[in-house]
């Protein structure tokens, strides 16, 4: 199966951490990965704020890049839902390649079959499933599953855990007191479980909870969860 | 005037349908009216308090009907059948309401709507109307229009009755006085209320009881009623009422004279039709399995209750709503509110800051609908697109796909889209983006190094506008020291 990494722009520039255990993960399964590099974003941002002509070449260019793969795999529940749900009505063309985009628990789980990926990480771990991975793509218990299985982990339930952190991409710019008022409540369930890590499917949300938990020096670090899937115990 | 206001060509015909008129704007822009909501702490503590109260016992009603998603379907698709007939279910009905002794009028917009109220309550020689909650009445600022007429209005339903006093504007549609607590409405209550006693407790039966000796007198001596409607049955003419309190039914049968004000997207085809949605509103709107009062009455009935019956159809930019396939689902919704109570937008910004009578997730794109894009244009930004509000909508109305809908008419700051125009620049092409990515990650890499030093993150603190608004609430983060794409090729 020819599987393609489609790392997003937000992980190629902030987050290349995230891609890179992407690969390791896929790697130490025995698979190869690929990465086109005339890859750039999904779009998301422009069709969301209300750009969507400006979208549309980046659409396109994703067609482009990724059609003749098996699978594509993004480690991100965002991006993945928008190529998922947005591209066909966008794009009817990019039905196809939409439906071979896979977040990457749904790769793991579904196409692949694997939940034990051979990690090893001994922390204190609590999840935020991300709005559009837990609603538009219904990633379910997908990420939890893999995180069960790796050894040393310790997980703690989040609360009010399927609550919005209060990201919403521009929306954190253009109503920034709602945003801080979520991410406040965000914050404190965070810091309640007691905690040490903090794992997502989703960078820029991530960015958005860790940003607001470095702020408050709380000590709890944000991490994608495909780094904890990719850790072997020997560096973390 | 009798004769549909919707368009029949549902495509907006020659001319475009008018835009609506009423409480349906915001004054100011939401990010405005939101900051001063989640400053209030205490409105935030009672909006907190109260949504989650109703989420919880919705979601314990909702998940007992093992048949729920099949109902929500139902919905979706009876109202979808609704839309696409709607010129003819409205002539159907108001053939049918005439016929049993109802006189049907058309109103294009709020003022026409006002107008004939006014002019019905003046013809029966009545000074002040007993009112059951209506969110028509308060979309069309009706109790505003018959003031200025010299007819006063009650509001009968507990909590308008405690806005109406506390000259307020509703804040939720299901529960107008969400955001206030139940010492606040003591506090209103002895303010304004001549017959409250002198020493009213706060518990909610000692709140309940003064309101029930305040609004009696009222319905032994109002001649005239004005009501709204959950549902309009086209094949019956039959008008249906769903409430808790009881004094919806005393407005609806002691007066001689009922005027209901009903949208004309509340149609439903048929009488059975009503087995889907009385089964939907209920759990999703109070969370109960069935409510206490549901009123239905067809025209006349001779020696019966009221003898001389109203129904005024507004528009009031419902056909320019009907006329965009992608908006239109907007009409579907019942107003049971459970987009409201999960929304965690409305829970921290509260009803007022939406601006209009229709606030939360509902609103942010109903709103907008009604009056143009250009004059709502903050509330399809009202949103995370977090999509809880489609999971609760019994009705299956996909509110995020309409907000992101909206969101493309708007109109954009210039700033922000010389920005997002030169990035789709950028991320169109693969070489630049590539450059510009390095471009970053060296341009940051000195910024990066000394902030590790110093803090031991890569992360920035604070920043001049507009970042700031980024960095008010949490640290920003700075390119990596290598971009993925860097890594790759090095390996």
Request: glycine content about 8%; proline content about 6%; hydrophobic content about 40%.
């Amino acid at each position: 199966m020819r599987i393609a990494l489609f790392i997003t722009c937000v992980n190629d520039i902030a987050y290349p951490a995230t891609g890179i255990a992407v690969t390791r993960i896929l790697r130490r399964l025995g698979h190869t990965v690929d990465f086109p590099t005339g890859q750039t974003c999904c779009g998301q941002l422009h069709a969301n704020t209300g750009y969507r002509t400006e979208a549309m070449p980046m659409v396109h260019n994703y067609v482009d890049v990724f059609d003749t793969y098996d699978a594509i795999v993004a480690p991100s529940g965002s991006c993945t839902a928008m190529i998922r749900d947005q591209y066909p009505r966008l794009h009817p063309p990019a039905a196809s390649v939409a439906a071979r985009t896979y977040e990457l628990s749904e790769l793991l789980v579904d196409v692949l079959g694997v939940t034990d990926v051979g990690a090893e990480f001994a922390e204190t771990v609590t999840y935020h499933p991300t709005c559009h991975g837990l609603r538009m793509l219904r990633l379910g218990d997908r990420p939890l599953n893999l995180l069960r299985q790796v050894r040393g982990i310790r997980l703690v339930e989040l609360g009010d855990a399927e609550e919005c952190c209060g990201f919403g991409g521009t929306f954190a710019l253009k109503n920034p007191a709602v945003s801080g008022a979520m991410l406040a409540d965000k914050c404190a369930r965070v810091r309640e479980t007691g905690a040490r890590v903090l794992a997502a499917a989703d960078n820029s949300c991530l960015a958005h909870v860790g940003g607001g938990l470095d702020r408050h020096r709380s000590g709890v670090r944000a991490m994608h969860y495909a780094e904890i899937l990719a850790a072997t115990g020997a560096t973390s | 005037m009798n004769r549909p206001a919707v368009d029949r060509s549902g495509t907006g015909g020659a001319v475009a349908p008018a835009t609506g008129g009423g409480r349906i704007r915001t004054p100011l822009p939401f990010p405005t009216m939101a900051a001063r909501a989640v400053a209030d702490t205490q409105l935030r503590a009672n909006l907190h308090r109260a949504t989650r109260t109703i989420r919880a016992k919705r979601a314990r009603v909702v998940d007992e009907v093992p048949d729920w998603q099949a109902l929500r379907d139902a919905g979706a698709a009876i109202k979808a059948d609704v839309q696409r007939r709607l010129p003819e279910l409205l002539e159907q009905f108001e053939a049918s309401a005439t016929a049993a002794g109802a006189t049907v009028h058309w109103a294009r917009d709020a003022a026409e709507a006002c107008r004939i109220v006014v002019e019905l309550t003046r013809a029966a020689g009545a000074e002040e109307v007993v009112k059951v909650k209506s969110m028509a009445t308060q979309e069309i600022e009706l109790n505003e229009a018959l003031e200025a007429a010299g007819i006063a209005a009650y509001e009968t339903d507990l909590a308008e009755l405690i806005v109406q006093l506390g000259e307020d504007t509703p804040s939720h549609i299901l529960v107008p006085a969400i955001h206030y607590n139940r010492a606040q409405i003591r506090e209103i209550f002895q303010r304004r209320m001549p017959d409250a006693p002198a020493d009213l407790g706060d518990e909610p039966s000692a709140l309940a009881e003064a309101a029930r000796a305040h609004l009696r007198r009222r319905f032994l001596s109002a001649r005239v009623a004005v009501s709204g409607a959950n549902f309009a049955i086209a094949d019956t003419g039959t008008l249906v009422v769903v409430e808790s309190e009881g004094n919806g039914r005393m407005c609806l049968t002691l007066p001689e004279t009922l005027i209901s004000v009903v949208g004309v997207e509340k149609l439903l085809p048929t009488f059975t039709d009503l087995e889907v949605f009385l089964q939907l509103l209920p759990r999703s709107s109070t969370g109960e399995r069935m409510n206490p009062y549901t009123s239905m009455w067809t025209g006349v009935t001779p020696d019966d209750g009221p003898q001389d019956v109203h129904v005024v159809l507004v528009d009031n930019g419902r056909s320019a709503v009907l006329a965009d396939p992608v908006g239109r689902p907007a009409l579907s919704c019942i107003r049971c509110s459970a987009c409201l109570n999960v929304c965690p937008v409305y829970e921290r910004a509260g009803g007022h800051a939406y601006g209009s009578v229709y606030p939360g997730p509902i609103g942010a794109i109903l709103s907008p609908q009604l009056t143009g894009v250009a004059d709502n244009a903050s509330l399809p930004y009202a949103s995370t697109l977090c999509g809880a509000c489609y999971d609760a909508c019994p009705v299956k109305i996909n509110i995020p796909e309409i907000l992101v809908h909206l969101r493309q008419q708007a109109p954009h700051p210039v700033a922000e889209k010389a920005t997002m125009r030169v990035l789709a620049w950028v991320m169109r092409s693969p070489r630049r983006w590539a450059a510009v990515l390095r471009l970053a990650r060296v341009g940051a890499g000195p910024l990066g190094a000394y902030r590790e030093r110093r803090s031991g993150a890569r992360t920035l603190r604070r920043l001049p506008w507009p970042a700031s608004a980024w960095t008010r609430s949490r640290d920003l983060p700075l390119p990596a020291p290598q971009t993925f794409r860097e890594w790759w090729e090095k390996q």
